[in-house]
Each structure stands twice: as C-alpha cells, then as structure tokens.
C-alpha cells in the first residue's frame, strides 16, 4: 500500500519517534493524535498512541470497546501496527511511588489521606503522570513511534515543567520549614521567622487548625523522599524532549481565542528551537459563496430552482442567507489562522482540516480525516 | 462551551427579574468585563447594570479577605501573611485556592448584610471547567475527611451544608449537542448528584443550530444534482448545515435520555457582533424559557 509522504506534516511525523500534541480542550487533539498514529501504521511503523481522554467514539472507530490501561492492538488491516493506550493516572502515580520511594516510606505515602485525595489533582501531577509513562514506553523501545495526547491545560508549559514544578514544590524553603523546622532554627534575616516559627504556626493554626497543618507536615516529609527521583526523571524527560527525535504538533480550532492559546503554546515552548513542528488546526468553514454572488438578484438563482422547488424564490432567498452566513464564518476562519501566520516562524507548517458534517464514528471516518490530513494536505 | 456567556445571561437574567445578583468568576482571566463593554474585572466588585454586580476572585485576594476576618486585626495579617515564605507555604497546601474561593463565594450567598437582609437574593459563579470544578465543589468534603476539628474544618463543614441544601444551592450545567461534551455532562452530572449530593438544575444547550428548510425541500435538496458552480456552493452551505443540525438534533435526544433535567436551547449567533447585545438576547431567551416551565418562583 502507498502512502503518501509529499506533504510538509506528513514528511514531519516520517521522521520522528516521539510526537507530543499539546492545545486547548476540545480542539480534537485526541483524534488528531490518532489519525497521525493512523498514518505511520499505515506506512508500516509499530506505533502507539497514549491517550488521556477515555474518547469511546474514537475507541470504537479503531474498533476497540474502550482504551484501557494496557495497551491494545488495533484490528484494521495495515502494513505496521497501531496500539492505543489510556493514561490511568492513580496507578502511574503509585508506580512512581513503588519505584522512588525508600521502601520505609513507601507506605507511609500510598495510604496518607492527603496522597490520596491529591495524587490526581495537585498541580502538575496529571502531566507529571503522562511524561513518566511517556518515558516508560520511550525507555522500553517497543515502539518505533510514541504519539502522545496530553491532558488540555490552560498553561503552555505546565506539562514540560510538571517534573519540576512538583519538586519545587516539595523543595521550597517555606515547606522545608514545616517539615524539618530544624533548618530555619538560628538563621537570621528570615523576616517573620525570626520572630519564631511557633509564632507564626500559631497564627497559621488559628486559620487552619493546627490539625490540618500536621497532616500536611506528615505528607510532606513522606512525599520528600521522592523527590530526587522525580528530580532526575524529570531531566531526563525533559532532555528526550529536546531531542531532534521529539516533535510537539499544537493542536487548535480556528477560533481566535483558541488560536491565541495555540501561539501561547508556541511562543513558551521556544520559538527559536523548533520544538513545535506544526500546527494542525480542526473545524475550519472552508466553504460559502463570493461576496459578488451575494449581491446577485434572488430571481438568477430561483429561476435554477423552479423545477424542483414549490416555492423556489423562498428556498432561494433561504440558500443564499446560509450560504452567506457560512462566508462569513469562513472569512473568520481564515482571517484568524493568517494572524497566527504572521506570529510564527516561515518553517512551520500551519495544515488545517476542513469541517466535517459529521462525526468520526468508524474505520472509514478514521481513514477519510487521515487523507484529509496528509495527502491532501492543505497549508495557510 | 461558552461557560461564561451562559452565566453572565443567567446572571443578567435573574437581575431583570428584580433579584439582587453577584456574578462570580474566581482565579479566571475576566472576560466579564469585555462582555459588558466595560474595564476588565478584579477583586474589586463592579456595577454591571441595575441589581447586577460582578467580582472577578482570586486566591490571593480571597485568602487575604478571609485571614482578616478571621484573624481581625490587620497588622498580625501583615506580619504573618504578607511574608514572601508563608506565602509560597499557602500556596502549596493542596486545595486551599479552591476552599477559600468557594469560602468567599459562600459568605455572599449566606453570611454578607444589608441591615437585616441579606445583600444578595442569588449568586450566579462562572464555576471552572468540568474537571477543576468538580475539584472546587468538592473541597469541603475532602477537608471535613481530612480533619475533625478546628477554624477550617469549620468552615468546610458550612460550606458542604450550603452546597447540600437543594434550597439554596444548585448546578446548571452549559454544554454543546456533541458527542465529547454531552458525555462530559453526563459524568458531570453523575458525580454532583450521587458522589457531591449537590442538585443539578438546568442544562443549557449552547450553539443551537435551526434549519431554515422544510423537511421536502431538505430532501429535494439532498436529491439535486449541482448544475452550475453558484448553486454547488449554496447546496454545499445548505447540506452542511442541515448535517450539522441532523447531528445536534440527534445528541438532544440522547442528552434528554442521558440526564433528567430541563434543557434550555441557547441558539448559536453566526455574526460575531456585539457581545452585550448577545447577552441581552440570552438572558431574554433564559427568562421566556424559564416562564414556559413555569419554574419561576
């Protein structure tokens, strides 16, 4: 079978082992992940996509009952292999535990109430989660493609910076404090603190009760002795995704606000480094009629109509009003995407998908948005 | 979704039916103001129209509101909070932003006066999205299991009551009729009612596309074969839409069978004009729909 690699993003995702889409919720970056997974199977790679999104439409379009935790092939006739697996936060985090951790605070760790409810929601875990199975799958060397989904964040860098992010949260001085208070005693020029801790506990207390700042002390003296593991991972994930082998694809809608998110992922993952290798924008109106057909009397176009219509001067004036409505979504689309044009380096290639009047709920679904993408790939 | 437009026409809705309103967006980039036409919106409350007032929370100033009343004289709040490392401390505890912005939220709705009455009669919050504002409801559950004793376990044990009380509190949820959003809702809703026990009220539909067609000529239209290049592309408008309103059509059936509540259809404005007109005829829509119900008090 061939399958074409003329265009700019097909030869891009040609030659890469990691590709990492990043954008907005809601943009289609689940599908966009898999339709590219799509196209290197296809071209007889063995490749996985990781998903964060439990997507069922998409599952049961690759012909899957739902993405697991496990990795599952997909059953489509392909030279290479496609594989989907979601990303089960709880269970990656407690790897992470089980595998950094001192097995005496192993424990300690996996049942605190506070790791508990806040393993999945405390700022950055969720990417910090993704990048260290990312890793994993990168490190086994099972696959010669790794497309991943990431979680939609409303900030451009939280998933390269989750694994320091967390440790400097761990890490801060003011955390120290509580859970060794031996490090600040006898230091002077701390402001506050000179005053005493217990001081400034109290008062703290008075605002918490005292319980809630001990079980947080407890977490956090559990939680620290994670912390050069995280650390070092953190690195080496971030030392992958430098790499010439890595790509991020940013994902958007042509809507302006999304779009300005889109080049606010751009400009924070470095411009001048081409981290980004291109922008696939979904759901453009790339359709409607000309500004000089509009002005045309309604009796040119009934006239066409007569035949078909009972009242075809009505249906004629209701065509040409959709018609115009969708010229001027479409003039939108395109204005906002050449403003995005203008912000962004000549190199990368900006590919938009046209809107599709119906959902993606099959194999042939999957297949047609693959085409859409890549053989006809369309540029601003 | 369109979140915050939904709100501010609900809010807005509420105010033209004579009710004192506070409109509420918490640790968001405002985007309030920009719908009203007016300056962008902080910590400080504005004037939005007659009976309506909106503030824009953020963790920081919602904290220091909190620690001054709690602690009630200003200069220990000084002394203690305005230190660069008790702050980053704050800002660590997992949670906290969330419980003091819903302990804000909570001290408008039931605990601020004017004279002997409240000051407010609802207060409308542009709550985060799905999964962060499942977090934010969910706060005080946590801290109550967290700890037993204390100022915040206090105050959490306040707010669950609010949040647990039909009378007093629920959750309109803004979706659009596709596949992922209407799924998200369904969770959404699920976990408020049966995990949170937190009512869900109404569902607001947003982008509710109409056909223009009558269903023959939709078929005849389907049928035509194009004949010239202008009627190719009014056809094409024309068969996209009408998918496009077939598809929305379909998710409404399965949303009503998904999740047993009133659904309010907000029709989906083509022109991007002006946002405050929008919202004008929003909250219009809001209000008559609302009537139809007869669910007005």
Not at chain 1, 310 to 325: C, F, T
Not at chain 2, 3 to 16: H, M, P, Q
Request: glycine content about 6%; aromatic content about 8%.
């Amino acid at each position: 079978m061939s399958v074409s690699t003329s265009g700019k993003l097909a030869e891009l995702v040609s030659r890469k082992r990691v590709i990492i889409c990043v954008g907005s919720g809601g943009v289609g970056k689940t599908t966009t992940s898999a339709i590219i997974a799509l196209q290197e199977a296809k071209r007889g790679k063995k490749v996985i996509v990781l998903t964060i999104d439990p997507a069922k439409r998409l599952a049961n379009a690759l012909g899957l009952a739902s993405f697991t935790g496990k990795a599952q092939k997909v059953e489509l006739e392909m030279e290479g292999e496609l594989w989907a697996m979601m990303l089960d936060m709880k269970a990656c985090f407690d790897e992470v535990v089980v595998r950094y951790a001192p097995p005496e605070s192993r424990d300690e760790i996996l049942s605190n109430r506070i790791y508990e409810y806040f393993s999945t929601s405390l700022a950055g875990t969720q990417e910090y989660a993704a990048s260290e199975r990312l890793y994993q799958l990168y490190e086994s060397g099972e696959y010669d493609l790794i497309v991943l989904d990431t979680p939609p964040t409303t900030h451009a860098l939280d998933f390269l910076e989750a694994p320091n992010r967390l440790g400097d949260a761990v890490n801060s001085r003011a955390l120290q404090w509580l859970y060794k208070p031996t490090v600040f005693a006898g230091k002077k020029g701390l402001g506050v603190f000179s005053m005493g801790t217990t001081y400034v506990v109290r008062i703290l207390s008075k605002l918490t009760g005292a319980q809630l700042l001990e079980e947080f002390s407890t977490f956090l003296s559990a939680f620290s002795t994670l912390f050069d593991g995280l650390q070092e991972r953190g690195k080496a994930v971030r030392d992958l995704l430098s790499r010439d082998e890595s790509t991020f694809i940013v994902v958007s809608t042509p809507d302006p606000l999304t779009l300005k998110e889109a080049a606010f992922f751009y400009e924070k993952l470095g411009k001048d480094q081409n981290t980004v290798g291109a922008f696939v924008i979904n759901r453009v109106h790339d359709f409607g009629i000309d500004d000089e057909d509009l002005r045309r009397p309604i009796v040119n176009i009934s006239t066409k109509l007569d035949t078909q219509f009972e009242n075809p001067r009505s249906v004629a004036q209701k065509l040409v009003d959709i018609a115009s409505k969708y010229s001027t979504l479409k003039k939108q689309d395109f204005r906002a995407m050449k403003d995005l044009k203008n912000n962004v380096s000549g190199d990368v290639p900006i590919v938009y998908m046209p809107y599709f009047d119906r959902d993606i709920h099959n194999a042939e679904g999957l297949e047609r948005a693959r085409l859409e993408l890549f053989d006809k790939e369309k540029r601003i | 979704m369109g979140k915050t437009t939904v709100a501010s026409a609900f809010a807005l809705s509420c105010a033209k039916r004579g009710m004192k309103t506070l409109l509420m967006q918490v640790n968001a980039k405002d985007r309030i103001g920009a719908i009203f036409n007016q300056d962008p919106i902080g910590e400080e409350m504005v004037e939005l129209g007659p009976n309506l007032y909106c503030v824009n929370s953020t963790p920081a100033s919602a904290m220091r509101e909190y620690a001054l009343m709690t602690l009630k004289i200003k200069i220990i709040y000084r002394a203690v909070f305005e230190n660069k490392i008790v702050q980053s401390f704050l800002n660590a505890i997992p949670g906290i932003s969330e419980l003091v912005l819903l302990g804000k939220a909570y001290y408008h709705a039931a605990v601020e006066k004017r004279g002997k009455k409240r000051r407010w009669d609802i207060v409308v919050l542009d709550a985060p999205a799905t999964g962060h504002g499942i977090f934010l409801l969910k706060i005080p559950s946590v801290v109550t299991s967290i700890i037993e004793s204390g100022h915040m376990f206090e105050e959490a044990e306040r707010m669950k009551a609010m949040l647990e009380d039909p009378e007093f509190t629920s959750v309109n949820i803004v979706t659009l009729l596709e596949d992922l959003p209407i799924n998200e809702s369904k969770m959404l809703s699920e976990t408020l009612q049966e995990e949170l026990n937190i009512a869900v009220d109404y569902i607001f539909a947003n982008k509710v596309l109409s056909n223009p067609f009558t269903e023959e000529e939709e078929n005849t239209l389907h049928r035509l074969e194009d004949s010239d290049t202008l009627l190719d592309s009014l056809f094409q408008s024309a068969r996209f839409h009408g998918a496009r309103v077939a598809s929305q059509k379909k998710y409404a059936d399965i949303l009503k069978e998904k999740i047993d509540c009133f659904t309010i259809e907000i029709p989906y404005f083509f022109d991007g004009a002006d946002r405050a007109e929008q919202i004008e005829k929003i909250s219009k829509i809001i209000s008559t729909q609302l009537n139809q119900t007869g669910e007005v008090e």
